[in-house]
C-alpha cells in the first residue's frame, strides 16, 4: 500500500461498501461482475459509478435503474444513491470534430495494441465474462455514442 501511496485496502466488497467513510464507488472490473457490484454499493446507500457495460443484458440494468429509483424518490436530484455510466471521451475535440463528419458515410475502426502478442490475454476474449460479441457494448459504446 506504500508502494502506490493508498491509505486503505479492502480485503473485499462488502468490507467496501460497509464503510461509513466512502461514499461513491467506481467499479472498473470486468464486464461480469458489473451487475452484483453496482447492485451491492446501491443497496449499501453509495453513489455507483459503473464502467460500460452497466451490466451484462438489459433485464439486469433495468434492475439497477430501478433499484437507483426506487432509492431516489426525489428523482435523483439530492445527494442520495444512483448508478451511472461514463463517456469520458465524449468532450474531446477529435469526437468533436468526428461527430460534424457525415454520418451517412461514417467508417470507424478501433486500434488498440493489448493483444499484441499470442500469449496476451483479456477477459474480453472469453463470452462468459462479457467479452467476444459483447465487446459492442464494452468499446463499441463509443461509436455509437459520437453516432448520437
Known amino acids: 500500500m506504500r508502494e502506490l501511496k493508498v491509505d486503505h485496502a479492502y480485503s473485499s466488497l462488502d468490507d467496501l461498501v ?15 461482475v458489473h451487475f452484483e457490484q453496482s447492485k451491492a454499493a446501491l443497496e449499501a446507500g453509495k453513489r455507483a459509478m459503473c464502467e460500460k457495460p ?3 443484458d438489459t433485464g439486469q440494468s433495468h434492475s ?4 437507483s429509483r426506487k432509492l431516489n424518490p426525489e428523482g435523483g436530484r439530492s445527494l442520495a444513491t444512483f448508478v451511472i455510466t461514463c463517456f469520458v471521451k ?6 468533436k ?3 460534424s463528419a457525415n454520418r451517412a458515410s461514417f467508417t470507424a475502426a478501433s ?3 493489448w493483444l499484441l502478442y499470442p500469449t496476451d490475454w483479456n477477459w474480453r476474449l472469453q463470452p ?3 467479452g467476444d460479441t459483447r465487446v459492442v457494448a464494452d468499446i463499441g459504446t463509443h ?6
Open 64 to 67: 439497477l435503474i430501478e433499484l
Open 128 to 130: 462468459e465474462l462479457g
Open 97 to 99: 470534430n468526428a461527430r
Open 90 to 95: 465524449r468532450p474531446g475535440p477529435s469526437l
Open 143 to 148: 461509436w455509437l455514442d459520437l453516432l448520437t
Open 111 to 113: 486500434l488498440q495494441d
Open 18 to 32: 460497509r464503510d461509513p467513510n466512502v461514499s461513491a464507488i467506481h467499479i472498473c472490473t470486468p464486464n461480469y
Open 54 to 56: 452497466l451490466a451484462m
